[in-house]
């Protein structure tokens, strides 16, 4: 089992920028398919981007595409999202997922998540 600590979430107006962490520990990060979900109140957790545990191969949804980017540094044993351009409907809890099946575009949860990073973006 893997632990997992996000950090980065706050108040921002629209059109700013935010950059979540996912420090992760308990065990082999590198090899590990990472995930970034949210949930919105009310709806159910969402997915919204992926990476594959190399780094080289990166999926979002299409409606965060060219505005967040997601990376990684397996030497620090972290995930990151770089989120620009926010709007409104971006607010929501922002949780990572560890080890999940990163097959074509779609990534496939684990039961590895994190306690989530609230993320609020006024207008």
Not at 78 to 84: A, D, F, I, K, R
Request: charged share 15%; glycine share 12%.
């Amino acid at each position: 089992q893997v632990h997992l600590v996000e950090s980065g979430g706050g108040l921002v107006q629209a059109g700013g920028s935010l950059r979540l962490s996912c420090a992760a520990s308990g065990r082999t990060f590198s090899q590990d398919n990472m995930g970034w979900f949210r949930q919105a109140p009310g709806k159910e957790r969402e997915f919204v981007a992926c990476i594959h545990w190399s780094g080289g191969r990166t999926a979002y949804t299409d409606s965060v595409k060219d505005r967040f980017t997601i990376s990684r540094d397996n030497t620090k044993n972290t995930v990151y999202l770089q989120m620009n351009s926010l709007k409104p409907e971006d607010t929501a809890v922002y949780y990572c997922n560890a080890g999940g099946l990163y097959s074509s575009t779609k990534y496939y949860p684990t039961t590895n998540w994190g306690q989530g990073t609230q993320v609020t973006v006024s207008s």
